[in-house]
């Protein structure tokens, strides 16, 4: 089965929210909601929506969401 991970670091602790996006804007996956402590994190995204099916393949984009602001990157989904 196709996985990414996606790692990241927070410089101090906090709300975290990391979720998947289409090209359209839709959110495809929620991978982490919740507190997190200061330093290195990963997440682990395995190709499934929230509603239990298997994406599609191609462009997604995640989203970082914390106190501190946003970060968004793009990612593809090879099968």
Do not use: C
Not at 1 to 9: K, L, V, W
Not at 40 to 47: A, I, R
């Amino acid at each position: 089965n196709p996985m990414t991970r996606i790692d990241f670091a927070l410089d101090q602790a906090g709300p975290v929210e990391i979720s998947v996006y289409d090209v359209a804007g839709h959110r495809v996956a929620s991978l982490h909601q919740g507190h997190l402590d200061a330093g290195e994190h990963f997440v682990t995204w395995n190709g499934m929506t929230e509603k239990g099916s298997s994406a599609a393949a191609g462009q997604y984009w995640y989203v970082l969401k914390t106190a501190d602001g946003q970060v968004s990157k793009s990612m593809v989904l090879l099968k």
